[in-house]
């Protein structure tokens, strides 16, 4: 029998509050959103704590979502906001983390410290917010744009004028760092 | 003129660069029934409570419930205290103008304060509103004439007048809580907050104008128009105070 989709299980859970397809759901997307939060924070602790977060707004809001619109970006647009929310409740430090390439120790440990780790995330923390997060959605999620538009609340022309730049940039400042 | 490459050529020749942040972000089965253990205990296995009935509610429920609150309020208020004198006619047709303007800018408070984590944020746009909601009362208050009602004054200054800051708090504060009821965010950001207080601040201004006779523009702006302002004081005082309890 084929898994059921995510539509299915919304529906299961919308209108009947079944607990089994909202496990589905967090069983299908916690450990990327979980990669996702990573990203931003380097920190396993907390990034458990935002897929939490953003599963508990997930289920507050379930009455805003209307059962004809596709799971996974509104999904993600709770999580963009949980993150948002997190770093502003944190006085608005740098959502990638800055570590110093030569000398220091990082305000919060990433997962992978090699130089070359660290040059892309400081080249990812030198974009525009709204770049970076088309960025992420893009190469990361392997979102399509018109999921990413949806997920960002923007038009399909703004999220590709923002990935082209944000790749341009990315690319330009990798190879003068290389 | 420089040729720009495709985005597809940038994001190919990131590959190997981009690749290196693929977070190894993966769950044993254990750590996922124990996240998901402690978010069920909060959501699916806990029996909701009234508050939590409330916040579940649709966004514009939530938004339309608020400002209900908020009207009920001033009928209340105005029901049980009485209006100012000489309300009638073309006075009349200005402070409905006036009132409905006031309800049409707390709804836009609410919508900022209870805006929902699956809608994309306001940014700029929701400073405004907040702006426009503390500051609107202020520049209202300035304009005596929409305030007049041909009648006399019915008491002088001094005269129950001093009555004014204290039930416009208390009809403020009660307003700000209403929103605040019906927040999903268990500690909401400062901004969510002072919304709700600057609808609670019109809410009150609304409520005084209605009732009290006063046209002096000082007593308007101080004790009227200056509620909105009192009460995101008092929000911000709180959220700087338990943002540092939290960090000792």
Known sequence: MSEPTDQELMRRYVERGDRAAFQALFARYAGKLKGMFMRHTGDHAVSEDMVQQTFLHFHRARKDFSLDREVRPWLYTIALNVRREYFRRRGRKKEVQLEPIVHGEPTVAPSTTTRSDRLVRRALANLTEQQREVILLHWYEGMSFPEIASTVGASLSAVKVRAHRGYEKLRSQLSESV | ?248
């Open chain 2, 1 to 248: 003129m420089t040729e720009v490459p495709p985005m597809d050529t940038h994001a190919s020749a990131l590959k190997h660069e981009l690749s290196l942040l693929d977070e190894d972000a993966t769950m044993s089965a254990d750590r996922m029934d124990a996240v998901f253990a402690g978010l069920a205990a909060d959501t699916v296995d806990k029996k909701p409570s009234l508050r939590d009935r409330l916040r579940e509610l649709s966004t514009p429920v939530r938004v339309a419930l608020g400002v209900s609150g908020a009207l009920v309020m001033v009928a209340v208020m105005s029901l049980t205290m009485g209006v100012r004198p000489g309300l009638g006619g073309e006075a009349l047709l200005r402070y409905a103008l006036v009132v409905t303007s006031i309800a049409g800018l707390v709804a836009a408070s609410f919508s900022v304060s209870l805006r929902g984590l699956h809608q994309r944020q306001l940014g700029a746009t929701g400073w405004v509103i907040i702006s426009l909601a503390l500051l609107v009362p202020l520049a209202l208050a300035l304009i005596p004439e929409i305030w007049s009602t041909g009648a006399p004054m019915a008491m002088m200054a001094g005269d129950g007048m001093d009555m004014c800051l204290p039930l416009g708090l208390a009809t403020g504060a009660l307003t700000t809580a209403v929103a605040w009821v019906f927040q999903r965010q268990d500690f909401p950001l400062i901004y969510r907050l002072l919304a709700a207080a600057g609808g609670g601040g019109l809410t009150a201004f609304a409520m005084l104008q209605l009732h009290c006779p006063a046209t002096d523009p000082t007593h308007l702006l101080v004790t009227h128009a200056g509620v909105g302002l009192v009460l995101a004081a008092v929000v911000a005082l709180v959220v700087v105070i338990r943002q540092r309890g939290a960090q000792a």
